[in-house]
Each structure stands twice: as structure tokens, then as C-alpha cells.
DNA sequence: CCTATGATGAACATC
DNA sequence: TCATCATAGG
């Protein structure tokens, strides 16, 4: 390792740093998915730069109130960056100064980014301009950087360190269990709206007490504190943290322990944090107790793009923070190098309405460009039609599918859009929906891997208890849990000792087989002699949730054909997650022991496990987009914030879908909703789209729809109309045109059958391999050649013996085959697992 | 204890 | 429209 003594710096004190730092690293890396590194990078290692360019240079191009807030040197900094002003260059530049010019160490630099994207994006900016100095920076969300401090100090907190994190799925179900447990009846309480409730209150950092306490006497209020106090029981007792108390046990962990805060506080001596607006109480608070010290906090935001209230975020907290922080620098940046001035006119119209924000003039010195199209369409497929038939006229023109993009408000509206891209044959991605963790058949496996992993874990047991079925009723379930609670124990130490207790007696067998099941998958773990890969696999087959697909296959096919492509698409992914940790480990750096016991366990397949299952619940967005493809992009505005295109369709702007119906009584929503409209209209550089349509499906139904009114505020200058006027119509077409005109696409749009047809395959009896733990070492499963396996050929099973092949379905380098055996008649299993042996 | 059925209610964005 | 939930019947 190279060490590079600097003034005043003890050289060990430097190593530990460094050597701390490196490890991080590795494990920022190995998170992003994108950031598949490539073996050349990462051995160009060092800590500090390895280019020495001119600081001039870094203020080269910039103007004069970027140059000042790169060059800002101690204090607090706020930049208030509009849209498009170079808010990213700014940043980039200046921890670069930082570094290069102000001789700062990069592990001295915490930078905090709002999304996974945007830091993987951050630190590729600032390698360009000074080499790989961001592998020892911590870069990174909230959550991702506060998950680092937490799982080392998890003890403290009274967690284990492997403690899961529980998505908003599982948050829900645990809401609904205390009400349920509370007696609080379901109706009369919304768990979404508790949920959120308590949700909120955490990111105001109000703990149970305090929430109780303020509930006083009000009975709504205080059911929801024992609401409240229940979850966060339950949440500990299965060693568990949700996505908010990532923030709020972080702020008590540096709150209760002076040594630990101490120690971060002179570890960051410069303090970055992007998307300020979005930031909530709690996010304020750690930023705040961090920069405590020198004040060094540079926060950079804009108040008009402050969209995410829904998730805790205070604009106050940008608003105030020349109060907060009292010498404060305020730079504004104004020139806007993004948008034409048609855009940005319109753009600062749609804003303007907003009360309380601060002042900004936004002015861009290109040109007008073209005039915003309006189109007021009959319906969504007219709506659908005409972007589509307008993106291949463009790319006729010569623009290419990669420069466009289509925002909308909700996710929902894609489906009409993607039937009708299809149609024309354009090339397009849909960013967004439910992600690939948060499939069910794949949240399953993961539920199996955490009861494993941390088998405290009453959220993961609750889930796969009997899934698949193993004919354990609601019933059995509360016997056991009702176990649990009384001596003190986890559900599955119950199940382990089923035959112990008589209300359990009938089905001990069952409960045993399950806690022997998990036993299982443990041993492996721990026996650490498979590839994870090997181990998710075996796991995926052990648990026989692949068995019980593969069982439903014979009615329902579409779907089971995915789900199991969705699994083993989990094995790959696996795969390509321990090569990269593999990758990263055999870096010379990696013989180092790291100070930190956490990162270095991550040598055995638990360590492994646990990062995995951090990554799953913390860097979902796995399906990564590369740049420089040639497809139209369709995402959510909230997803599209930061992102730029030449041309961008904003769909569906009318009155109760965008501004959302919601929005409707409270000006504050409605504020939110305008300034979601900002952030949509300051997506585009060249062209923009304003589409609407007349009528529309709203929860099946055939509604009315009238132009969203920050809509009808712009200028007439800025804006041709086709189909009709954006300012209220009193024209309405007959009802009957369009319904045949629905009629005929929708079908299209949905081709899957509406009833589902579920199949009535028997309840699933556990294996015996799930009763007797692996005595034997685990072979890997052979790799076989889908090919062989064709209808008309014949086979041995090594428990059925011979039989035919009746049907073949190629899947994910394997195959669903039905095979017809001469003792036992037919039978389903996938080709790779069942080790056929073939005999023609 | 499982499954099918029909009712019911939900739909906004994300770490 | 779609998914989840409660209920009834096997």
C-alpha cells in the first residue's frame, strides 16, 4: 500500500484511516450493481489523487457564483441551485478543490446524495476530474451511510448485527398485526394511515413516550401511540429495523454515545449534502450533530423541486437554514444551461404560484426554441397514439428514441402507453414499478434467507411459515407465536421443540420438519463450503418454494414460468454479487485486517448473506439504466428529478391524476403538485409535450378529465394547442364514441385473462431432504443443456426410474419438464435439479 | 385446515 | 381494474 506521510499526520493514525476507508469502499462497491469494476480501475488505486491536474482548471468554464461556491472554503454553504444550473459540476468540482487545492484527505469528505444513483453518479464525476480518490470517500444515501455506523455499533442500540430491514411490505403487515393484536378494528383505522402516521413521527424523530405523551387525552391519537408502541416491540423482538429507524437509531446512537459522535464528527471534516430540500427532520438532525464541530456543511437544494413531503421531507429545513446556521454563505445559482427559454418561461410561470418560496430568476441565454405542444386527446388511447406516432416522426427527423422521455405522474399510466409504443413499433424501457426484490416469489426466498440468517426474525418466519404450504393453519401459527411471546423465545426455537408443548401436539411433525428445514439451510451457511450462489439455490429448492411453482405450472403457466424466472434470476444475480465481492477481495488492499469486524466478516458466506440482504432492502433499483441506449425512457417525474432529455412528454396533466385528487383541499399538496410540475417541464432541453386526454379509465371507469390548472397558467406565447384548448372546454364528446374506442385497445393493452385461473394443486408435504439435515456435503447442481431435454425422449430418475418426456418448457438455461415414468405416472420437476440421466 | 368465492377497497411518488 | 380480505363449504 502506498502511504503518503502529509504534514502533521500520524502515519499509523493514517493507515487505520486509510484501511477502514478501503474497506468501506469495497463495500460501496460491491452495492452499486452498476458499478460492475473493472479490474484495471480498481487496482488503480490510491488515496490520493492520482492526477495532480492545474486547480486552475477546476474553475475553468464555470461562472462566477459557481466559481464561489467551489472555492467557499470553511463555514456553512448553502447553494441554491435552480434546475439546470450545474448543480452536479458545482459539487463535483468542488470536492475536488477540496481535495487537490485544499490538501482535504477524501475520507474526510461525507457526501450525501438522495438516491444510489445519483452517488454512483457523483463519484464517476469526480474520478473524471481527479482519478480514484472516491474509493475512500464515503458517497452515498442517508440510509447507506448511516447503515455503515449502525451495524457497528448495532450493540449498543441492543440489536444484533445482522438485524434486517424491514420494507414497506413487511411494515404493513406488522402494523396490522398489532392492530389486530390491539383489537382496534381495521375499519375505523386505516394501517396505511397509522403506518404512516408513525412513519412521519419518526422522521420527526418523536420516540413512543413523546408521541404518547402528545396524543394526551385524544383517543384517536393515543390508539395509534400503542399502535405505535406495539410495532416498535415487535420490531425488536425481531431484531429488526424499518427504513425510518435506520435515521432515528442513528440520531440516538450519535445522541447517547459521545465517543461514537466524537469520532464521526472529526472523521468528516467537510460535509456535502445534495437534494437539501428533500431532507427530513431526522436527516437534518444527523447533518446537523455531524457538522457540529467545524460547521464545515455545505448544503446544496432547491426549494421549488422539493417533492418528497410524502416521505417526511420538511422544506423548511432549506428554508431556514440561514437561521440554522447563523454565518451562513448563500450563493444563488440562476443561469439555467438546460432548457430553451419557451421552456423555462413556462416553467417559471407553473412556479410562480407557490407561496413562501425563495425568490429565484432563472434565465438561460439560449434561445426561444420551439413552442410547448399542447394536446387535448378524446381518451388515453388517442393520448397514447399520438406520442407515439409523434416519437417516430421524430426519429424520422433524425432524433434518436434515446434523447425522449415520457413522464407521468403515476406509475399506472404506462400500460396504455406501452400498448400503444408497441404498436408503432417504437423502441422504449419503463424505469420503475415493482421492482425485481419486491416480487413475491422472490421476497419469499429472501424471507427464507433472513429466518437463517437471523432466525430472531418474526417478520421473515410470519412469511414463510407456510409457504409454501405445509398445512400449518392461522390457528397453529398463533399457538406458536403465542408460544414464543410467553417464554421468551423466537417462534422457531418453538417450532424446534414443537413436541414439547400439547396444544402443538397434531402438528408437531409438520413443525418440526420446518424448523428442521431452516436448520438445514443454517448448517450450510455455516459450513461454509458452497459458493452463495450454490447456497441461495439449494436454499430456493430446500424450502421447495421452486417445487411449488413448478406444481402450479400445470394450470396457471404464464405465471409460473416467470416466477421461476424471477428465481433464478436471483441465483445469477447472487452470482454476479459474490464475483464482484471476489473481485474487490483479491485487490491487494483486501489482505489488510479492517478495524471493522463487521466488513471483514463479509469473508464467509454469512458475511455474504448479510450484505446481500442489505443490498436487497437498500439498493433495489437494480435494473440500472446505461446511458447512450437508444430507447425512449418512461419513468415517474419523481424518478426523472435530476435527469435531463431533449424532448420529454409530460402525459396525463388533468385535474385529479396530476395534481393528484388528493391535492384537491390543501394548498400545500397543491404547491407540491406545481412544483412536481416544475421539476417535469425543467426535464426537457429542446421540446416539450403537454398531453391530456378527455376522458379516462379511472379505477375502471370511464371518467371525465379537465386540464390541470398550473397548466392552464401559462402563457399563450409559449404554447401551440392541437385537439383543443387547455383553458375549460365546454365541448364534450358523446360518451358512446369513445367507448368503442376503448373497447377495442384495451383488450390489447391487457391481454391476460381476467379471472386467474388458480390451480387446485394438493397442499405441498415437505421433502425428506428437509427432515434429515445435509450429512453429506452439498454437489453443486450440474450445469445441463435445456436442448437435451425434448418430448419423445426418454429418461432415469434415480427415485421414479425410467420414464418419457411429455412436455418440455425451456426456461432460464434450464427446463420445466413433465415427465411420464412407467412406476409412478407423470411428474414435474425442473430438468437441472432432477439429474436425469438420459437413456436414448 | 384448505380453497373458492365474492365483496371490498384501493391507487402517488422512494430510501 | 386489480389485489387483498372475509366468509363459507369441503
Redesign the pocket.
Known amino acids: 500500500m502506498i502511504l503518503l506521510p502529509s504534514a502533521g499526520d500520524c502515519v499509523i493514525l493514517e493507515r487505520l484511516i486509510f484501511q477502514e476507508a478501503y474497506i468501506v469502499d469495497l463495500f460501496d462497491q460491491l452495492m452499486h450493481s452498476d458499478q460492475t469494476t473493472s479490474p484495471a480501475a480498481a487496482s488503480d488505486r490510491a488515496d490520493r489523487p492520482s492526477v495532480r491536474m492545474d486547480p486552475r482548471q477546476l474553475l475553468e468554464g464555470l461562472n462566477p457564483q459557481q466559481r464561489q461556491a467551489v472555492e467557499h472554503d470553511q463555514g456553512p454553504l448553502l447553494i441554491l441551485a435552480g434546475a439546470g444550473s450545474g448543480k452536479t459540476r458545482v459539487i463535483t468540482h468542488r470536492i475536488a478543490w477540496l481535495i487537490t487545492v485544499r490538501n482535504v484527505r477524501p475520507q474526510a469528505i461525507l457526501a450525501i446524495t ?4 445519483a452517488a454512483a453518479e457523483m463519484k464517476h464525476r469526480i474520478e473524471e476530474l481527479i482519478g480514484s480518490v472516491t474509493r475512500s470517500m464515503w458517497v452515498g ?4 451511510m448511516m447503515m455503515r455506523i449502525l451495524r457497528r455499533f448495532a450493540d449498543r442500540l441492543g440489536f444484533e448485527r445482522n438485524f434486517a430491514i424491514l ?2 411490505d413487511d411494515q404493513m ?1 406488522v402494523v ?1 398485526a398489532c392492530l389486530k393484536e390491539l383489537k382496534i378494528d ?2 375505523a383505522f ?1 394501517a ?1 394511515a397509522v403506518h404512516s402516521q408513525i412513519s412521519s413521527a419518526k422522521n420527526s424523530l418523536i420516540d413512543v413516550e413523546a408521541f404518547i405523551s402528545q396524543a394526551g387525552s385524544d383517543y384517536r391519537q393515543s390508539r395509534v401511540a400503542q399502535v405505535y408502541q406495539a410495532y416498535q416491540e415487535k420490531l425488536r423482538q425481531s431484531n429488526s429495523m424499518d ?2 429507524d ?1 435515521l432515528f437509531e442513528a440520531v440516538r446512537l450519535l445522541r447517547e454515545n459521545d465517543d461514537i459522535l466524537t469520532e464521526y464528527q472529526s472523521r468528516f471534516q467537510y460535509i456535502l449534502v445534495d437534494e437539501y430540500q428533500d431532507t427530513n427532520h431526522a436527516q437534518y438532525q444527523l447533518v446537523h450533530m455531524l457538522s457540529a464541530g467545524h460547521g464545515n456543511l455545505c448544503v446544496v437544494g432547491d426549494d421549488d423541486q422539493s ?5 417526511g421531507a420538511n422544506i423548511q429545513n432549506i428554508l431556514d437554514f440561514e437561521k440554522d446556521f447563523k454565518r451562513c454563505k448563500v450563493i444563488k445559482l440562476e443561469q439555467n444551461y438546460r432548457s430553451t427559454k419557451t421552456i423555462l418561461g413556462a416553467a417559471n410561470q407553473v412556479i410562480r404560484e407557490n407561496t413562501g418560496r425563495k425568490e429565484k430568476a432563472l434565465w438561460t441565454d439560449h434561445g426561444h426554441g420551439e413552442q410547448i405542444t399542447f394536446l387535448r386527446a378524446e381518451n388515453h388511447s388517442e393520448e397514447s397514439r399520438y406520442i407515439a406516432t409523434e416519437i417516430q416522426r421524430l426519429v424520422k427527423n433524425g432524433q434518436h428514441y434515446g434523447d425522449m422521455a415520457i413522464l407521468y ?4 399510466l404506462s400500460r396504455n402507453l406501452e400498448a400503444a409504443l408497441r404498436e408503432q413499433g417504437v423502441l422504449y424501457r419503463i ?3 415493482t421492482r425485481f426484490y419486491d416480487r ?1 416469489e422472490v421476497k419469499d426466498v429472501l424471507a427464507y434467507l433472513r429466518l437463517v440468517l437471523s432466525p430472531r426474525d418474526e417478520i421473515a418466519f410470519s412469511r414463510v411459515i ?1 409457504v409454501p ?9 398463533a399457538h406458536v407465536q403465542d408460544l414464543a411471546e410467553r417464554e421468551q423465545v423466537s417462534s422457531l426455537e418453538i417450532c424446534e421443540q414443537a413436541d414439547r408443548y400439547d396444544v402443538l401436539q ?2 408437531a411433525p409438520r413443525l418440526l420438519g420446518f424448523a428442521a428445514q431452516i436448520q438445514g439451510m443454517r448448517d450450510l451457511l455455516t459450513r461454509d463450503d458452497l459458493t452463495f450462489a450454490a447456497f441461495l439455490d439449494q436454499v430456493e429448492q430446500d424450502s421447495g418454494l421452486l417445487q411449488e411453482i413448478i406444481d402450479q405450472q400445470e394450470r396457471s403457466k404464464d405465471d409460473a414460468v416467470d416466477r421461476i424466472e424471477n428465481m433464478k434470476e436471483l441465483i445469477s444475480d447472487a452470482l454476479e454479487f459474490e464475483q464482484n465481492l471476489r473481485q474487490l477481495q483479491s485487490l491487494p488492499e483486501a489482505e489488510l485486517q479492517p478495524e471493522d469486524e463487521d466488513l471483514h466478516q463479509i469473508d464467509d458466506l454469512t458475511g455474504i448473506l448479510r450484505a446481500y440482504l442489505e443490498r436487497a432492502a ?1 439498493y ?2 437494480m435494473d440500472q439504466d446505461k446511458e447512450n441506449q437508444d430507447y425512449v425512457r418512461l ?5 426523472a428529478k435530476g435527469l435531463e432529455f431533449q424532448t420529454v412528454f409530460l402525459v396525463g396533466t388533468e385535474e385529479g391524476l396530476f395534481p ?4 384537491r383541499d390543501s394548498e400545500a ?1 397543491m404547491e ?1 403538485e406545481r412544483r ?1 410540475g416544475y421539476v417535469a417541464i425543467t426535464r426537457a432541453k429542446q421540446k416539450l409535450y403537454i398531453t391530456t386526454a378527455r376522458s379516462r ?5 370511464t371518467m371525465a378529465m379537465p386540464v390541470a390548472h398550473f397548466i392552464q397558467g401559462i402563457d399563450d406565447q409559449y404554447i401551440e394547442e392541437i385537439g383543443g384548448s387547455r383553458r375549460p372546454d365546454y365541448q364534450q364528446a358523446p360518451h358512446g364514441a369513445f367507448q368503442a374506442f376503448d373497447s377495442g385497445t ?1 383488450g390489447a393493452a ?1 391481454p ?1 385473462g ?1 379471472a ?1 385461473s ?6 405441498h408435504v415437505f421433502p425428506g431432504s428437509a427432515i434429515r439435515p445435509h450429512q453429506t456435503p452439498v454437489q453443486p447442481l450440474p450445469d445441463i443443456d435445456p436442448a437435451d431435454y425434448r418430448p419423445g425422449v426418454r429418461v432415469r430418475h434415480e427415485k421414479f426410474g425410467s420414464g418419457k418426456i411429455v412436455s418440455a418448457l425451456p426456461v432460464a438455461g434450464d427446463a420445466i419438464l413433465q415427465i411420464e415414468f412407467q412406476s409412478s405416472g407423470k411428474k414435474r420437476m425442473m430438468a437441472r435439479m432432477a439429474k436425469l440421466e438420459i437413456l436414448d
Do not use: W
Request: proline residues 1%.
Open positions: 438522495f438516491t444510489n444513483k444515501t442517508f440510509h447507506a420494507d414497506t403487515k396490522k381495521e375499519k386505516n396505511r427504513f425510518d435506520i417533492i418528497y413531503s410524502f416521505r405522474r403515476v406509475n399506472a424505469f420503475g414499478g413475491r407456510n404450504r405445509r398445512g400449518l393453519g392461522d390457528v397453529t401459527i397434531r402438528m437498500l433495489a433499483d419513468m415517474t417525474i419523481h424518478s393528484g385528487f388528493r391535492a399538496e407540491e412536481l379509465l379511472v379505477f375502471g371507469q384495451a391487457c391476460a381476467s386467474p388458480r390451480d387446485a394443486a394438493g397442499r
